[in-house]
């Protein structure tokens, strides 16, 4: 290890065309804070090959440490027998973990960024081991950290009360929107609206079809506003079936309207944020999230949104959404009718939205997360 300050960083996110919510954040945040400091090494730990794209400096030196880490016995294999074996060995003054996962078999000092415990919450909604790695080892690693970083107050305090923890170690770093996400002009907007929905216009959701996201209560909103207004608006929901997707299929082959719904999938990035920004509205009704990144994406496109009034998703959406309970297709439904028949109140919330967006950046990120770093090492 060099005499220059040296920084580990967790990066087994950073996956090519792959980057969802922490590989994301990860990206954003480790792109900026490399890059605006050249007088620190930083040592970017892979579990497998990984693409020069995520070498986002001449401070940043990759390193591939086996196995691939994405079962819960080799998330132990690798954090705490391979990850713990470096740290040990070439003795950064860091260690960055961007999914929340620490190491207890090494004494570095580290910086945990936890997104959100939903697991807490909805323990069902995780299976039987992976529910057991999280409720025996995430509390040891909130322990053990130096500090913690997290993406809402929500979240900071969800934690605190979860693990017993005091709010002084815990530091909030918003999440961002990407660059692609802008308004788009009506040629654009027509031109998309073509390729994906008919030529008409559409709600979006973008996110992983999981039980948690509420995409099930999303499409019998959607059939109801159909039967209601006798609209020919189109829902399109993005997104890789993550887990436990049946009730979301079952329901989607019961509807009346399902010719009106497409399954788009995993879309990249440039094409995703002309999609947001050409809808209607976006319609993010899950039952719990950290942050909600979606809501500041479409707010970033000036769509209006349609979101959840619990957990982050207030406090991400501001003034700037029409919150609705997530465990009723009548209010789901019913502000969709709204935020269709009524102009002046659509236009109301997009110019909500110019403002709220403001208090979201990746810059700002970046900056919050190195100073949560710079804690830690100015007191080593």
């Known amino acids: 290890m060099s005499k220059r300050k040296a920084i580990a960083v967790n990066t087994r996110f950073l996956i090519k065309n792959k980057l969802e919510g922490i590989g994301l954040f990860t990206y954003e945040s480790l792109k900026r804070i490399t890059q605006f400091h050249p007088e620190i090494d930083f040592y970017f730990l892979f579990d497998r090959n990984f693409d020069k794209e995520f070498i986002f400096s001449e401070n940043v030196h990759p390193v591939v440490l086996f196995p691939q880490a994405r079962h819960p016995f080799l ?3 690798w954090f ?28 570095v000092p580290q910086v945990l960024i936890i997104h959100d415990i939903a697991f807490e919450h909805f323990p069902e909604h995780v299976s039987f081991l992976t529910r057991k790695y999280y409720q025996y080892f995430m509390p040891r690693f909130a322990a053990k950290a ?26 909030v770093v918003y999440n961002g929107a990407k660059e692609v996400y802008k308004p788009a002009n009506d040629a654009l907007k027509e031109t998309v609206k073509q390729k994906y929905a008919d030529g008409k216009n559409y ?28 609209s020919d608006f189109k829902l399109l929901i993005v997104g890789r079936k993550a887990w436990d997707f049946t009730d979301v299929n079952e ?16 879309i990249p990035p440039n094409e995703l944020g002309e999609i947001v920004a050409s809808a209607y509205a976006m319609v993010y009704v899950s039952l719990f999230e950290g942050f909600g990144i979606p809501i500041v994406e479409a707010m970033s496109c000036e769509v209006p949104v349609i979101a959840s009034n619990i957990t982050s998703m207030p406090e ?25 028949e009524d102009s002046t109140l659509r236009n109301a919330l997009i110019e909500k939205g110019k403002i709220q967006i403001k ?14 770093c710079e804690k830690v090492l100015n007191n080593l």
């Open 146 to 171: 130096n500090r913690i970083a997290t993406v809402s107050e929500f979240s900071k305090q969800d934690i605190v009360s979860h693990y017993h923890l005091s709010a002084e170690k815990i530091d």
């Open 359 to 372: 208090k979201f950046s990746w810059d700002l990120t970046a900056q919050k997360l190195w100073s949560s």
């Open 75 to 77: 998330w132990f294999w």
């Open 316 to 340: 991400a959406a501001g003034e700037a959404a029409l919150l609705v309970n997530p465990n009723s297709v009548e209010e789901i439904s019913s502000a969709m009718k709204k935020i269709v």
């Open 203 to 230: 709600f979006v959701y973008v996110g992983s079809i999981h039980p948690r996201k509420n995409v099930k209560r999303l499409l019998l909103s959607f059939e109801k506003f159909k039967k209601e207004t006798n």
């Open 80 to 107: 705490e027998i391979s990850v713990a074996c470096w740290l040990n060995k070439n003795k950064p003054d860091l260690f960055l973990s961007t999914d929340g996962y620490g190491c207890l078999n090494s004494k």
């Open 251 to 266: 329901t989607h082959s019961s509807m009346k309207f399902k010719d009106d719904v497409k399954f788009l999938g995993h």
